[in-house]
Protein backbone atom coordinates (compact mmCIF):
# COMPACT_ATOMS: atom_id res chain seq x y z
CA UNK A 1 0.00 0.00 0.00
CA UNK A 2 1.17 3.54 -1.03
CA UNK A 3 1.45 6.84 1.21
CA UNK A 4 -1.18 8.06 -1.32
CA UNK A 5 -3.69 5.54 -0.79
CA UNK A 6 -3.35 5.79 2.74
CA UNK A 7 -3.72 8.95 2.08
CA UNK A 8 -7.23 8.23 0.53
CA UNK A 9 -8.22 6.01 2.97
CA UNK A 10 -7.65 8.62 5.94
CA UNK A 11 -8.97 11.30 3.64
CA UNK A 12 -12.30 9.18 3.04
CA UNK A 13 -12.30 8.83 7.04
CA UNK A 14 -11.97 13.14 7.55
CA UNK A 15 -8.87 12.44 8.73
CA UNK A 16 -5.61 13.77 7.91
CA UNK A 17 -2.13 12.65 9.43
CA UNK A 18 -0.96 15.45 11.86
CA UNK A 19 2.25 16.56 12.59
CA UNK A 20 4.57 14.49 14.66
CA UNK A 21 4.34 15.30 18.59
CA UNK A 22 7.94 15.88 20.14
CA UNK A 23 8.66 13.70 22.89
CA UNK A 24 7.57 15.38 26.10
CA UNK A 25 10.61 13.85 28.52
CA UNK A 26 13.56 12.02 27.70
CA UNK A 27 12.20 9.23 25.19
CA UNK A 28 12.37 9.14 21.47
CA UNK A 29 8.64 8.61 19.46
CA UNK A 30 9.90 5.43 17.73
CA UNK A 31 12.82 2.94 17.91
CA UNK A 32 12.79 0.44 14.95
CA UNK A 33 14.69 -3.04 15.77
CA UNK A 34 14.68 -6.38 14.53
CA UNK A 35 12.26 -5.48 12.14
CA UNK A 36 9.61 -3.90 14.41
CA UNK A 37 8.88 -0.27 15.20
CA UNK A 38 8.19 -0.13 18.68
CA UNK A 39 5.92 3.63 19.13
CA UNK A 40 6.11 5.38 22.37
CA UNK A 41 2.74 6.32 23.94
CA UNK A 42 0.69 8.85 22.14
CA UNK A 43 -1.42 11.53 23.41
CA UNK A 44 -4.84 12.34 21.65
CA UNK A 45 -5.06 15.88 20.25
CA UNK A 46 -8.28 17.17 18.32
CA UNK A 47 -8.38 20.38 16.74
CA UNK A 48 -5.06 20.90 18.15
CA UNK A 49 -5.91 20.52 21.95
CA UNK A 50 -5.08 17.90 23.84
CA UNK A 51 -7.91 15.68 25.20
CA UNK A 52 -7.86 16.05 29.14
CA UNK A 53 -10.41 14.21 31.64
CA UNK A 54 -11.15 11.21 33.01
CA UNK A 55 -13.90 8.19 31.56
CA UNK A 56 -16.67 7.84 33.91
CA UNK A 57 -16.44 11.61 35.12
CA UNK A 58 -15.91 14.02 32.67
CA UNK A 59 -15.58 12.02 29.44
CA UNK A 60 -18.01 10.59 27.82
CA UNK A 61 -17.56 7.75 25.82
CA UNK A 62 -17.93 8.78 22.36
CA UNK A 63 -15.04 11.46 23.37
CA UNK A 64 -13.04 8.95 24.80
CA UNK A 65 -13.02 6.96 21.50
CA UNK A 66 -12.48 10.07 19.29
CA UNK A 67 -9.01 10.65 21.41
CA UNK A 68 -8.37 7.01 21.02
CA UNK A 69 -8.83 7.58 17.75
CA UNK A 70 -6.40 11.09 17.91
CA UNK A 71 -3.56 8.60 19.39
CA UNK A 72 -3.53 6.17 16.63
CA UNK A 73 -3.53 9.01 14.05
CA UNK A 74 -0.74 10.55 15.91
CA UNK A 75 0.84 6.89 15.76
CA UNK A 76 0.88 6.87 12.05
CA UNK A 77 2.41 10.10 12.16
CA UNK A 78 5.36 8.75 14.45
CA UNK A 79 5.69 6.22 11.91
CA UNK A 80 5.24 7.92 8.75
CA UNK A 81 7.93 10.53 10.56
CA UNK A 82 10.36 8.03 11.53
CA UNK A 83 10.23 5.11 8.26
CA UNK A 84 9.97 7.96 5.67
CA UNK A 85 6.66 6.29 4.34
CA UNK A 86 3.71 4.28 5.76
CA UNK A 87 4.18 2.08 2.82
CA UNK A 88 6.92 0.41 4.55
CA UNK A 89 3.91 -1.01 7.42
CA UNK A 90 3.62 -4.92 7.43
CA UNK A 91 1.61 -5.53 9.81
CA UNK A 92 0.18 -3.53 13.11
CA UNK A 93 1.66 -6.41 16.15
CA UNK A 94 -0.20 -4.71 19.50
CA UNK A 95 -2.02 -1.50 20.41
CA UNK A 96 -1.29 -0.71 24.17
CA UNK A 97 -4.45 1.54 25.16
CA UNK A 98 -4.17 2.99 28.62
CA UNK A 99 -7.24 4.89 29.60
CA UNK A 100 -7.74 7.45 32.20
CA UNK A 101 -11.22 6.53 33.83
CA UNK A 102 -12.49 6.23 37.46
CA UNK A 103 -12.80 2.79 39.24
CA UNK A 104 -15.90 1.93 38.06
CA UNK A 105 -15.39 2.44 34.44
CA UNK A 106 -15.25 -0.62 33.05
CA UNK A 107 -15.14 0.46 29.32
CA UNK A 108 -12.09 0.96 28.42
CA UNK A 109 -11.76 -1.78 25.43
CA UNK A 110 -14.93 0.12 23.57
CA UNK A 111 -12.36 3.37 24.16
CA UNK A 112 -9.60 1.69 22.69
CA UNK A 113 -11.71 0.64 19.71
CA UNK A 114 -11.10 4.43 18.28
CA UNK A 115 -7.59 3.12 17.43
CA UNK A 116 -8.51 -0.27 16.66
CA UNK A 117 -10.67 0.38 14.58
CA UNK A 118 -8.76 3.12 12.83
CA UNK A 119 -5.68 1.04 12.08
CA UNK A 120 -8.30 -1.96 10.42
CA UNK A 121 -9.85 0.77 8.28
CA UNK A 122 -6.04 2.42 7.06
CA UNK A 123 -4.52 -1.29 6.51
CA UNK A 124 -7.21 -3.45 6.39
CA UNK A 125 -6.50 -7.55 7.51
CA UNK A 126 -2.62 -5.88 8.50
CA UNK A 127 -4.08 -3.35 10.92
CA UNK A 128 -5.65 -5.97 12.71
CA UNK A 129 -3.82 -6.21 15.79
CA UNK A 130 -3.57 -7.53 19.52
CA UNK A 131 -4.12 -5.59 22.02
CA UNK A 132 -4.52 -4.77 25.47
CA UNK A 133 -7.07 -1.44 27.21
CA UNK A 134 -6.17 -0.83 30.52
CA UNK A 135 -7.90 1.76 32.94
CA UNK A 136 -5.45 4.01 34.67
CA UNK A 137 -6.29 7.01 37.16
CA UNK A 138 -3.99 9.24 35.59
CA UNK A 139 -1.90 10.17 32.87
CA UNK A 140 0.58 12.50 31.63
CA UNK A 141 -0.49 16.30 31.37
CA UNK A 142 -3.85 15.00 32.55
CA UNK A 143 -5.13 13.04 28.80
CA UNK A 144 -7.67 11.28 28.76
CA UNK A 145 -5.75 8.23 26.50
CA UNK A 146 -3.44 6.92 25.68
CA UNK A 147 -2.18 4.73 23.18
CA UNK A 148 1.42 2.83 22.22
CA UNK A 149 1.86 0.43 19.11
CA UNK A 150 4.15 -2.65 18.27
CA UNK A 151 4.32 -2.46 14.66
CA UNK A 152 5.99 -4.73 12.04
CA UNK A 153 8.07 -2.85 9.18
CA UNK A 154 10.08 -3.62 5.97
CA UNK A 155 12.98 -3.05 5.11
Known amino acids: ?16 LPQPA ?4 AYVPVVVAGGLAHVSGQL ?6 LVT ?7 GLERGAA ?6 LMILAQLKAALG ?9 KLGAFVSSTADFTDQPKVANGASELMAAVFGEA ?9 VPVLP ?3 AVEVDAIVAVRA
Open 53 to 59: GRLGQDV
Open 85 to 93: SLSRVERVV
Open 1 to 16: MTDAEIDAKLAGLGLV
Open 22 to 25: APVA
Open 67 to 72: AAQACA
Open 141 to 143: LGA
Open 44 to 49: PFIDGA
Open 127 to 135: GKHARSAVG
